[in-house]
């Protein structure tokens, strides 16, 4: 059974810093393609970041770019958002999620991921 789990949310002044981590048991990140999405209340859910399975192919949202950085440890299985510089929009439920044989052209899409993690809230506030 595949499980994802997100850890590290909470509660962040604006301009601060905060490091999302997903374990994943039940499937080798190594072997997917994984992302992070987030969801704001009355929001769809949208694409922040995603890595295709290894280093290089890193790709960000307009949004996040520059401020956030998606990374994995293929040994540990796990996948992290550094979120830098953060700012009240930021704030949201964030997901992640892993798909194996994931296309460039699908990469942003929810809809193309397999499985999800529960999400951990993140909110900016002062």
């Known amino acids: 059974q595949v499980q994802l789990v997100e850890s590290g949310g909470g509660l962040v002044q604006p301009g601060g810093t905060l490091r999302l981590s997903c374990a994943a048991s039940?499937?080798?990140?190594?072997?997917?393609?994984v992302a992070w999405f987030r969801q704001a209340p009355g929001r769809e859910r949208e694409f922040v970041a995603a890595?295709?399975?290894?280093?290089?192919?890193?790709y960000y949202s307009d949004s996040v770019k520059g401020r956030f950085t998606i990374s994995r440890d293929n040994a540990k299985n796990t996948v992290g958002l550094e979120m830098s510089s953060l700012k009240p929009e930021d704030t949201a439920v964030y997901y992640c999620?892993?798909?194996?044989?994931?296309?460039?052209?699908?990469?942003?899409?929810?809809?193309?991921?397999?499985?999800w993690g529960q999400g951990t809230q993140v909110t900016v506030s002062s």
């Open positions: 890595n295709r399975r290894s280093g290089d192919n890193t």
């Open positions: 039940g499937l080798s990140f190594r072997t997917y393609a």
């Open positions: 999620a892993a798909k194996r044989g994931l296309i460039l052209s699908s990469i942003r899409g929810p809809q193309n991921y397999d499985y």
